[in-house]
């Protein structure tokens, strides 16, 4: 069987991922309300009463809102790296200590049919992570929340099928929007957020190295348009001599609707 991946939803006001191998189900973050998380994917038929194992990037809440109920009401194990569960657990409530689970960023772990290494990303958290996930045959990658994409980042998301990158902001937008100095100023810096323009390069590069498929991620409500994203990643990947959609699929995830099932 395959790798199955959902967006639940991506964006500033939540986040969260499911993948699922076999009878293997998680989460990479859940920052929607437990409720929101059922109702999205109750439209393609998924029950959370035998998920694996919630992963937490980061402990920003639109990554975690839901977390604390999701675990308590499907007893379901939640893995965070030390210093991110120092910073969050005051967030989530009673959480069973045999549910709270840690890892290391570069310390491959498992989960049922589900191999995951994480990998640090440079992001105004405590300790963000990104993970590169796979079955021993099939890989796909989740980097968001990274103000930069270092060698090490693309170490581990190279050569994945299916990469969620995060196209946060159009730079011109940012500046001239509505934000205050000091917030524009953490979002443009390399502890903040990916813009159009870098996840343009990052995608090129991802192309080369045999990446099929770039859904672009965690888009800026008030910076950020769906199709401006995509068409200065597109843009950007021509430039380079990749096409989208030809040499590779590229498609923005919208922030509040589940996505289609993609499978790799």
């Known amino acids: 069987m395959s790798i199955r991946y959902i967006s639940v939803a991506s964006g500033s006001s939540g986040n969260c991922h499911y993948i699922e191998k076999s009878k293997t189900k998680i989460l990479v973050d859940a920052g929607l309300s437990g409720k929101k998380i059922e109702e999205h994917l109750r439209q393609h038929h998924v029950d959370l009463a035998t998920l694996g194992g919630i992963m937490v990037t980061h402990e920003h809440s639109d990554h975690i809102k ?43 772990f498992s989960i049922g049919d589900i191999e995951i290494n994480p990998f640090s990303t440079s992001h105004d958290a405590v300790d963000s992570c990104g993970f590169a996930i ?28 299916l990469v969620i990158l995060e196209s946060n902001h159009d730079e011109q937008m940012l500046k001239m929007g509505s934000y205050p100095y000091y917030l524009k100023q953490r979002v443009l ?28 991620a965690h888009l800026s409500q008030e910076n950020n348009m769906p199709v401006l994203a995509y068409q200065t990643v597109a843009s950007i990947m021509e430039e380079q001599g990749v096409y989208a959609n030809k040499d590779m699929d590229l498609m923005v ?12």
């Open 66 to 108: 839901g977390v604390g109920i999701i675990s308590r009401r499907y007893d379901v194990p939640v893995f965070a790296t030390t210093k991110t569960w120092e910073s969050m657990e005051n967030c989530l409530g009673k959480i069973k200590p045999e549910n709270k689970r840690v890892f290391t960023p570069y310390e491959s």
């Open 189 to 216: 810096s390399e502890f903040g957020h990916l813009s159009n323009a870098d996840a343009g390069d990052v995608a090129a590069n991802l192309a080369k190295l045999g990446t099929k498929a770039v859904l672009l």
């Open 134 to 161: 796979s079955d021993g045959k099939n890989k796909l990658s989740i980097a968001t929340d990274l103000g930069c994409v270092t060698d090490k980042v693309m170490e581990y998301i190279s050569h994945s099928e």
């Open 253 to 264: 995830l919208e922030r509040s609707r589940v996505s289609d099932i993609f499978i790799i």
